[in-house]
């Protein structure tokens, strides 16, 4: 499934009372408009829009009373419930503002059309695709659910600093950070945990960093100039769970040093979580379950690292005393936030969102830069200028590895507005020739380079950015680093790969989906110490 940034509009766009509604969808020009209406107007949509959430029940109780006298309680509730049923559903595709937006009519009328895409045909991003052809630029995805491929206005309006996040998008992480739909309340939460992704903490983190790298180099070159297949997907992801596990709980679990890293694998990454998300956000009684028996968490992806962490956490909470210094990452996190069960979640959904984001960077970079030799030789000649005497094979801890410069209509309150990662990033307007691998165009000073970086959205955008992006930078260069002066490196059987689609490109996969970037690796130099 493509991943997909949702914002809410807060406010109403008011319209005017007096003219009939349009036929098709207003030009994006007026959407922006709207978005700036004055305050009369705002209140004005509000109590249209608050009116319109009661018209099915109304209808369902009209109807109610012109049924037959004489039912019993139990028949006026089934009557009562059958009529709010067809009511609701005639609403959402008919009367609603929504419904003057192009798109499927079935998926105006419930989220089961996205459930359907995702979960059955494994399609949802060539359906996004498919709908804008034939509908144009704004396409009504859900009952409350607007998406868009005018890129810059969705960059312009997800910066706003009041936007809300929808409320049921992220299913079992809407309590954490990256899931709160109250801007204020994200910024108290942002607050409190961003002191603990600050320069300083990297710093503190770079000596175990360097440690994870020499253990996946010694790993590498164990098996580099061998005749079989490295599968790198395996080594990556032990890699990221050590450096993800470490950074938080400050403990090595050594997840490299495991002999069989298929099973490592197979046994900690979480495959289809996007399925659960999609079941959560798109069936409403699932949600309500989950929230309502909260120990269901454990049988999610996030299980096994909600244990792992708490491990940890339970004897900080016993042991508390507020009048000594607190260092670990994990201690600050709960003097900030000053709750065990949430100390743990955000723990635990920063490390499953690091491993598969740090996963899925390496493999893109990899990829594309196996794809682009010129590009790995710009990369060496630059690892090249360095002092290799100092650090021998081990370039990434040259602090100068950091700096080096190649590495580097009418819309109704609370509608969700959304946008796709992939398809905005391979946006022509935006990006001039989206599908070449041009390192350079994120390069330089001039108004170009600039306006290419401030559209960048990888790690978020508006005040949503993501807290963990430093480290990401981090690791990401260091690796690359690592990876690209010690080995030659292509794709074992290229034919394969194109063929599937490189599927390893893909994030959170699917069970019986998923792909593994496998690649001929040999050394490019005798020494190794």
Not at 90 to 96: K, M
Not at 341 to 355: K, M, R, V
Not at 443 to 453: F, M, P, Q, S, V
């Amino acid at each position: 499934m493509a991943q997909t940034t949702s914002g809410q509009r807060r406010y109403a766009s008011a319209f005017k009372i007096a003219e009939p509604w349009p036929i098709a969808a207003p030009p994006l020009t007026t959407y922006k408009r709207l978005l700036r209406l004055g305050d009369q107007k705002i209140l004005e949509g509000i109590a249209r829009a608050q009116r319109d959430s009661q018209v099915p029940f109304l209808v369902a109780w009209f109807f109610t009373l012109l049924s037959p006298r004489g039912l019993d309680i139990i028949s006026i509730i089934l009557y009562l419930l059958a009529f709010y049923i067809v009511a609701k559903y005639t609403h959402r595709a008919l009367l609603c503002p929504l419904s003057k937006f192009p798109g499927p009519r079935l998926a105006g009328i419930t989220k089961l059309y996205e459930a359907y895409h995702v979960l059955i045909r494994n399609d949802w991003l060539e359906n996004l695709e498919s709908l804008h052809e034939k509908y144009g630029p704004v396409v009504r995805i859900g009952p409350n659910e607007l998406h868009f491929i005018d890129h810059q206005f969705c960059l312009e309006y997800h910066k706003r600093p009041d936007l809300l996040k929808c409320d049921n998008y992220y299913g079992l992480l809407n309590k954490l950070l990256g899931g709160l739909a109250s801007p204020t309340k994200h910024i108290q939460r942002a607050s409190a945990v961003r002191p603990i992704f600050s320069g300083k903490t990297l710093a503190r983190f770079t000596p175990t960093l360097d440690g994870h790298l020499e253990s996946l180099y010694k790993r590498l070159n164990d098996v580099a100039g061998t005749e079989d297949a490295v599968n790198l997907t395996h080594y990556f992801w032990a890699f990221t769970n050590d450096v993800m596990v470490s950074y938080l709980v400050e403990e090595d679990y050594g997840f490299l040093r495991i002999f069989d890293l298929e099973a490592v694998h197979n046994k900690t990454r979480a495959f289809s979580a996007i399925d659960l998300a999609t079941v959560l956000r798109c069936m409403p009684p699932i949600k309500f379950i989950f929230d309502t028996f909260p120990i269901l968490r454990s049988y999610s992806p996030l299980g096994w690292l909600d244990t792992l962490v708490r491990n940890h956490a339970k004897p900080i909470v016993k042991s508390w005393d507020d009048e000594i210094s607190h260092e670990g990452i994990l201690i600050r996190m709960f003097n900030e936030i000053g709750s065990e069960i949430l100390t743990i979640h955000e723990s635990s959904q920063a490390i499953f969102i690091g491993n598969e984001s740090l996963l899925s960077n390496l493999t893109f970079l990899l990829h594309h830069l196996m794809q682009n030799p010129d590009c790995i030789k710009k990369v060496r000649d630059e690892l090249d200028t360095l002092d290799s005497g100092l650090y021998g094979h081990r370039i990434w801890r040259d602090p100068r590895v950091l700096q080096l410069t190649y590495l580097d209509s009418i819309i109704p309150p609370m509608t969700s507005m959304s946008f796709t990662l992939r398809l905005l990033e391979h946006d022509p307007e935006l990006y001039p020739e989206p599908n070449t691998f041009d390192p350079d165009r994120w390069l330089g000073i001039d108004e170009d380079t600039k306006e290419a970086r401030s559209r960048a959205v990888t790690f978020g955008t508006g005040t949503r950015t993501c807290l963990g992006q430093h480290i990401a930078h981090r690791v990401l260069r260091k690796t690359i680093a690592c990876i690209l002066y010690n080995f030659n490196v292509s794709l074992w059987d290229q034919k394969l790969d194109m063929t599937t689609g490189y599927r390893y490109l893909d994030t959170y996969p699917k069970k019986g989906h998923e792909g593994y970037m496998k690649v001929r690796l040999s050394p490019r130099f005798e020494h190794k110490a």
